[in-house]
């Protein structure tokens, strides 16, 4: 994949840098049934219909795909690379040798179609791709798809791009790096991880161009407060700011945390 600049030919296209997908399958019937579509109430409640948080709503329609983030054995072979709309990173096709059946992962960079890859306990010959628990990779490595010591599926290091580092590690625990520069413990025994990084990673090149690009995706227009008028923001007024910084309902947005406990 490469990224480039799209020739200006209006207004839209002056500042637009947009990813050419040549090397991704667009049509695939292979497993059709592991797609399929889905109502998402975007922004609004499930029960009543009112707005439960803000600047969403309003984009295209798209089908779910079923990806597999579980720690199950299998040993396949990547057929095909191809799009979801529905996260930043690449999905692969795979074909199960064991099971004799078709599933959905997430894509490693440079793993291409006909590579071999394998989920297993025993200690191996690790190649890119390959997701084992975390005693079996070596201190330094970079992988992704981390599940932690409490869950089955994978949580850390999905979107495009992203990967986690092994710091230390001894019998029992780990000491990981995550994307977000922090360090985390946690057992060898029930987590995984995947060689490589995640595919995609010139997602972060990305310029829409146009405000219309983010409107197809469902972000709809944000105001600043300080524009607003008193009723409608704390912020709001001829004054220009004079007032601790707060939301939309007056509490205090300083001081507090936003990161949750992992």
């Given amino acids: 994949m490469k990224s480039q600049k799209v020739n200006v030919i209006n207004n839209s296209t002056r500042n637009k840098i947009k990813i050419f997908k040549f090397l991704l399958s667009k049509i695939n019937k ?9 109502h998402s109430f975007q922004g609004r409640s499930s029960k009543n219909g009112k707005i439960t948080v803000r600047h969403k709503g309003g984009r295209v329609k798209r089908l779910f795909r079923n990806l597999n983030f579980s ?18 990173s690449f999905i692969s096709l795979i074909f199960d040798f064991k ?10 960079n440079f793993s291409l179609p006909g590579s071999l890859i394998i989920c297993t306990v ?5 190649k890119l791709g390959y997701r084992t628990p975390i005693y079996n990779i070596p201190t330094g490595s970079l992988f992704h798809s981390l599940n ?12 495009a791009g992203s990967y986690c580092q092994l710091v230390q590690k001894n019998f029992k625990t780990s000491k990981i790096k995550i994307p977000s520069g922090k360090f985390i413990e946690i057992l060898n025994k029930f987590s995984y991880g995947t060689l490589g990084v995640v595919s995609n990673s010139i997602h972060r090149t990305i310029r829409v161009g146009k405000a219309g690009i983010n409107r197809l995706k469902g972000k709809r227009p944000t105001v600043r407060g300080i524009a607003m008028n008193p009723v409608d923001h704390p912020h709001g007024g001829r004054a220009n700011g004079g007032i601790h910084w707060k939301t939309t309902w007056g509490i205090s947005t300083k001081g507090k945390k936003t ?3 992992l």
């Avoid at 292979?30 to 889905?38: A, E, L, R, Y």
């Avoid at 099971?99 to 490693?108: A, D, G, S």
């Fill in 122 to 126: 025993k200690k191996i010959d690790l």
């Fill in 99 to 108: 099971k004799k059946q078709f599933f959905k992962t997430l894509t490693t």
């Fill in 30 to 38: 292979i497993n059709k049934n592991n797609v399929k579509g889905f």
């Fill in 148 to 159: 932690l010591s409490n869950r089955t599926t994978t949580q850390i290091a999905r979107s």
């Fill in 71 to 88: 720690n199950k054995e299998f040993k396949g072979i990547i057929i095909t690379t191809m799009y979801d709309p529905n996260r930043s």
């Fill in 259 to 261: 990161s949750k406990k």
